[in-house]
């Protein structure tokens, strides 16, 4: 592994790790009963569907631009760290933000944000 390798493995794990933390933000959102007042409408529905399309595309697209500049065992470790590492950084982050608009809206940017950085490292 060289020095560029790491350099890369940086926001790769980002991009995995905000991510994951998107995903589990949304799934307190499930079932629809159980969400709060500000996801609860049809503009709460449609936040919840775009936010999702930007993740997934940034996912997508990250792993494209990974899969072709890094090491396999790179993409194994960096992916490993960034997800498990998930669940701990979620519980810091204050309940209004984690059940409200917030925490959907600033891990699909910080997802984009990480994707524009992996490809910029390329």
Do not use: K, Q
């Not at 390798?5 to 079932?31: C, D, K, N």
């Not at 065992?73 to 519980?91: D, E, S």
């Not at 990480?114 to 490809?119: A, N």
């Amino acid at each position: 592994m060289t020095a560029l390798h790491a350099l890369m493995a940086l926001p790769f794990a980002a991009l995995l790790l905000t991510a994951a933390l998107y995903v589990l933000s949304l799934s307190g959102h499930f079932p629809a009963e159980h969400r709060g007042a500000a996801l609860s409408g049809v503009m709460g529905n449609m936040l919840m569907v775009f936010t999702a399309l930007v993740v997934a595309a940034a996912v997508g697209g990250g792993i494209i631009i990974a899969w072709s500049s890094l090491p396999f065992a790179v993409l194994v470790i960096a992916a490993g760290a960034g997800t498990l590492a998930a669940p701990l950084i979620l519980t810091n982050f204050p309940d209004a933000f984690v059940n409200g608009r917030g925490a959907l809206i600033a891990f699909a940017v910080a997802a984009t944000g990480c994707t524009t950085l992996l490809y910029a490292t390329t």
